[in-house]
């Protein structure tokens, strides 16, 4: 082959190839398809963006709902106060005198709690009682007594009695709404009981009311 056509298809090949160079770079590159695009997004989200800053819709509130929180029962039953959050009506706070008792340099007008019902309402939600009025809380059994003041409202004395309604014990009692509820504590009484009077707060001291002391107690007819 002589040099002027060899020279010749050089040309044609070098201008061929600068052809196929200019009609790719007239092409635009193609855009990421849909998938892509979905990718990216959620790498953004992943990255520390919020919804909102992205754009989309934040996430539903969770509708879970969360388990129920039982309150730790007391060790023990605490007498005299129940622990129903309904306050019962104003007939039930009624007072049924039942009984008297002579105590110290006092006489008293009591009402009687015999049975369970009434020795778990004891004085709740009272707002006042009359200074010679109070409750008297009869057991079965002579035992170590336990009270509370939960859901009572007025300071109280109370004077823990043995079988022969001989004084044991004199204690002074707060009201709930003076102390922390975590804090409520509990009055025990120092020595077996059986009996239990709840008065005023001051009774005790205004009747001198002391340890050994007998309490006189009649019991009314119906």
């Not at 989200?45 to 919804?51: E, F, H």
């Not at 539903?60 to 388990?67: G, K």
């Not at 049924?96 to 007008?109: K, P, Q, W």
């Not at 004077?159 to 003076?178: G, N």
Request: aromatic share 6%; charged share 10%; proline share 9%.
């Amino acid at each position: 082959m002589n040099t002027n056509r060899l020279g010749y298809l050089l040309g044609v090949l070098a201008i061929g190839a600068l052809y196929l160079i200019a009609c790719s770079n007239s092409h635009p590159t193609a855009s990421p398809t849909p998938v892509e695009t979905a990718t990216i997004v959620a790498l953004s989200i992943s990255a520390g963006a919020s919804p909102i800053e992205q754009g989309l819709h934040p996430p539903l509130a969770s509708t879970a709902v969360p388990p129920s929180i039982t309150p730790i029962p007391s060790p023990s039953v605490a007498l005299g106060q129940s622990t129903s959050a309904t306050p019962p009506t104003p007939a039930t706070l009624a007072a049924a005198i039942e009984a008297t008792g002579t105590l110290g340099s006092c006489d008293f007008r009591l009402e009687l709690a015999d049975n369970v019902a009434e020795q778990g309402l004891g004085l709740m939600y009272r707002t006042s009682m009359p200074m010679d009025q109070g409750m008297l809380f009869v057991f079965d059994l002579e035992d170590e007594l336990n009270f509370w003041m939960r859901n009572t409202l007025i300071p109280l004395d109370i004077v823990f009695f043995d079988r022969t309604l001989r004084v044991v014990d004199v204690q002074s009692m707060i009201p709930e709404h003076e102390i922390l509820p975590a804090l409520l504590p509990f009055y025990t009484s120092a020595a077996p009981a059986k009996f239990a009077l709840e008065v005023n707060a001051g009774v005790a001291s205004t009747c001198s009311i002391t340890l050994g002391d007998t309490m006189n107690l009649n019991y009314l007819s119906n």
